[in-house]
């Protein structure tokens, strides 16, 4: 299993001072079945918790999520900034994640994703 943060996650991360531990340890439950969400084929919302808080008043994030294979950080907002994804945002979300679900990892890694290690 790799997992990536995007670049444009990285920077809202960061800015919502959300640490990468948060992130290994949504991707441990998605692992182990808890899904808050299903999008469409690949795409996962999955709430992670505010620094010092809980997850229901913290963050979404969104990933695409190929079992066994990989986990990569899309988009993440704060649950007191916005309620939801508009569906504009989520076709948009839907058709990346097609995407994004069968390119080689080696390829999202030449166009700077970041990858979060993990055991």
Known sequence: ??????????????????????????????????????LGKHLIKQRIARSGSGKSGGHRSVIVYVEGDRALFLFVFSKNERSNIDAHELETLRESAKILADLPIATLLETNWIEIPYD
Do not use: H
């Open 1 to 38: 299993m790799i997992i990536l943060k995007s670049r444009a996650f990285t920077k809202l991360a960061d800015k919502l001072d959300i640490e990468d531990a948060v992130l290994l340890k949504a991707v441990e439950e998605i692992e182990a079945g808890k899904v808050d969400a299903q």
